[in-house]
């Protein structure tokens, strides 16, 4: 049974991360950080999670977190960083649901986040940890960097155009919609229920950070630089992310079909990623609460451009769940292992 | 492995069963019927099932589903009545979700389903699937009348009350409210989006199928009759049922903390009711997905009327979840298996 | 042209005034004040005002809101009441949409809002503002409190059977339910899109502000005491009040119909209720954005309990449209003007 | 007083068109046709008119319709064309709010539509009723052709561009977003609350209606052939349009604020477009229930793809009070009568 360390469970993440360990066989979270909330016991800022488990928020203690076979960091960025060095060096595993260590390099991470990155050295070391492109790496990893719940939407649907270079990658457009969650739990009049539902608009369109880690991985997929406009939009929901991206095709000969085959033999091995038929719409509530991403390929009047949609949870395949994915990597175990819940529909 | 028959898949309790028995570790979904789909897989209705099943609608056919060891209806009423009886002669244990044999008078439920019950005799033996109060009888049941969603959170508010005699049974009242999915998966004008979102009402205000369900049970409970007034109204989300219950006390002397002592008691034993805390308020979403209800007491301004109110999801406890409760109790398997999920939250 | 000032103008209630108010034919916003965004315009705050007013938050100063015919306090409580004397010795009307002068016991009011009243002679001078029961004090009022939002959904629905002594006045339940925007404009965690979004629950279970309000106007209606139990609720919707009241027939004998009737002639001259036909359930969203309140009535099973349906917007009927009809009888102007939008739906 | 009629008035842009014009001052609704509704009151179908009018559906006729001034077509497409010919014979003018005379092209609409057109003749004399392109020919039009809501939203926030030849016409990309008003007030499982709420989809991918009519009326504002790329989707919320339009730019040389200084200037006497400050996002809700529409420009990264933001109400500036526009304009009322109330927020 692993021993679980989650620093900064008071987000969604965090109680995302408890309900689905909560079912998983091999793994028991035995340690969950708060300094707001110590002492409180979960289930009193969550009562989901009522008979359901007994534990309580105590102050993050890298002594006692270093006890624990793996450590999950649920915080904002620049908190990681500071704990992991010494983690590792007590060869606890990591798992970093935040920013701190996805992007490699350390000067474009500080211009993205207005912080100096305290541990370039441990920066090196970390792997990227999407599971559909990085497995190997993954499995052998003392330090994951879990993707952003954007980019893991945009990669997965412009992956295999870019590795097997059928579009151009100096002209990708992609156009992303997200739940609310993904703004976290924070006291904001910006995220208050008056000010989103009933509403739709885009945000972060002159430069979200989510942009340099996307244009990052999907450069080592092109196997040379790509340029992106991405536009984040936040839907009148709570979870859910869907991508449409937009993409120029190199051969307009190619015919739709040949594209859609080579999707599903590229994620033939994914038990996490669907391509649906031609023709299918992915909706973000047939993911709603699993690790899925469903995907769907169109060739709109047969023009040069090609269109890619696809949805994930924000919060399971774009944050907890994928980070559960690659624990499961890490330690050997069946990588769908405490995922296979499916979605709540309707 | 129990082989699992569930006539009338195409609607929410059907699709809400194949999830939640997707990870029974005990049970099997080998048939699933619908005229209208007919030779359709379950996954291109419900793409949230995609990948997990392989499974394709039947038209209905009595002989094939007594090969199974339980039929599960998620019919509306008037259709299961039909079938049972065959169903039953051939050993085969059912479970219905209707209305059909929830009610034990006959020349009632004509009156109130506006339809001849077909066999009053079978009606006769279904026992009726509340397990906090039926439990033994469950266990032996051939036929269960499982309980409709308003009557599943009313009387597990009410029950301790009513059996303790602390309350005038005479003048019980209670106001409820349901999401827009327990109005079933029917195109109707009443149910667009358009006309449901942003707003709220009461309706079937006049009187509500579930009153004489209600009634009669309460009545058991408190081994006399009852009155109540029972007011539904429609939310405007998916899932989640919450009543507020009002009555009188009949000895203003007994303090609220030994009526919460009687609500834990009451329910000690009972996996999937929660008494909370005093001054606590169930909310609908802690209960999302899960078979949980969450309770909560109030005696208001230290008045005479006592203030009960209870949360499930309609879908789970109060419709899909409790009929596979049910199953394990008739199967002697243990009373959770395949209902552990946590709720969805956020 | 009335020379309105608005002080308090960051919230909800305050852009509603200045929504309703820039269709209003015989007055003019030319003053509103907030400390916090002194000097910020304030459709760059609210961008749905953008094009329509040329108008900036400027901080509050009695001197200059003395200037104005009419000032409105769309703020907390405990702000009106330290500004309210000096105006009015100004001769300045003042409509206040606080709690500060709703409630003429200033003891009682010390009770539940926890401040000492700072003018209780000023108090003594306010007229409750319900211009469905009040609006010959109102013509004549100096200072208006103007009514609470659940108080004027559950007044007009319960007034005409207590006027009438038609009803027990000693065992009145009310269960209310609110959209979120009642919470007001404030940044807490409990009031964010991810923790209300899909969910329902109650609140202030053991005793709200509204209470005892409600239960001193209720009292001169009925000219005696009450007994009320209220239980608000929390819709995941932005706007609209529903309250479902339940009150004892004293004389059962008493047909629905002419109940129905008694209300039909008691709001005859009422420009904004609508006592709907025997059968109808007000919704929420066919009031929303209007100053309309809609009532229907039943006796369920006809038995001897009434349930009285009432909904109003608790934005417009419920605070700001209530006081601008307030300013139109004061001022001797058409009672509904400015307030003949019709309410948006879908 | 203008008389007016209305075609079809039991959808949403029927009770819209009563909703905008019951403010009108110098336009009356006279009558209102409904086959499937003949002789009921309107507010029995809509309860939010109740109190502001007394108007019942009437089964069409074309020559009672011929004796109003306007009549409104509020009908799927395929209707109008079949009585526009005799009302425009009789001297009434019409705006049609469906798809019968939007596209020039007899051909195109028919492959688009699926139905022979019944009257290019007819067609060939319509006026695209966009106002901030064709005004002039809008005042002297006897037949407008008003715009769809896509249509609307997309040209406002290119023409400028393509006007001006900014942007490259053969690679535009547009991805927009729509409440599910948009769908009509039809019994379709697809337009349900529990299929539509808390989820996000992307529709009509391989080719919408609305691409042609798009295509078709950006080639006369760039005087050439335009190439578009137009991906709807489905929002969880009732009213609202927004659109993300990528163009490339021709000169990289050209400065943002020079193009906003343009676009301020193209719009400068448009009453109901909103050029919004660089660094805006428009957001649904600050146009819910107006007639106007709000745009910003953005230049991502200083790169050399334009990203445009519009947004409007579909129902108002999108169908409903885009006609009403159009109407001002044909019989010399100010442009803005009867549409200039606020956007309801929240």
Chains 1, 2, 3, 4 share one sequence.
Not at 323 to 337: C, D, V, Y
Request: one cysteine or more; charged letters at 20%.
């Amino acid at each position: 049974m692993l021993k679980v360390g989650i620093v900064g469970g008071t987000g969604y993440t965090g109680v995302e991360l408890l309900r689905l360990l909560s079912t998983h066989a091999e793994a028991e979270v035995v340690m969950i950080t708060s300094r707001a909330e110590e002492g409180v016991s979960v289930d009193e800022l969550f009562p989901s999670l009522r008979g359901a488990m007994d534990l309580r928020f105590s102050t993050p203690d890298v002594k006692l977190l270093a006890t624990c076979d793996v450590v999950f960091f649920a915080t904002p960025h620049n908190v990681a960083m500071n704990m992991v060095p010494e983690l590792l060096a007590a060869g606890t595993r990591v798992i970093d649901l935040s920013a701190d260590f996805r992007i490699t390099d350390a000067d474009l991470w500080s211009k993205w986040y207005h912080e100096t990155h305290v541990c370039p050295d441990v920066l090196a070391t970390a792997v990227y940890g999407l599971p559909e492109r990085n497995a190997e790496k993954i499995r052998s990893a003392k330090l994951i960097a879990c993707p952003g719940c954007y980019p893991t939407a945009v990669q997965l649907g412009l992956i295999p155009l870019l590795e097997e270079k059928l579009v151009d990658p100096s002209r990708l457009i992609v156009s992303a919609a997200s739940g609310v969650s993904g703004a976290g739990r924070q006291a904001k009049i910006d995220n208050l229920f008056t000010e989103l539902s009933e509403s739709f608009k885009a945000y972060g369109v002159g430069g979200h950070r989510h942009l340099p880690e996307i244009e990052q991985e999907l450069a080592l997929a092109a196997k040379g630089p790509v340029g992106l406009t991405f536009t984040p939009h936040l839907l009148p929901q709570v979870r859910g992310i869907h991508a449409t991206m937009y993409a120029e095709m190199i051969d307009p000969a190619v015919p739709l079909d040949e594209i859609q085959f080579l999707f599903e033999k590229r994620y033939a091995d994914a038990p996490f990623v669907d391509v649906m038929h031609l023709g299918s719409t992915p909706q973000t509530r047939t993911v709603r609460g699993s690790n899925m991403c469903r995907i769907a390929l169109y060739r709109p009047q047969n023009r040069d451009t090609l269109v890619v949609l696809s949805a994930i949870d924000n919060l399971v395949k774009g944050a907890s769940g994928q980070a559960i994915q690659n624990m499961n990597l890490m330690f050997g175990l069946p990588e769908t292992m405490g995922l296979q819940g499916l979605a709540l529909m309707p």
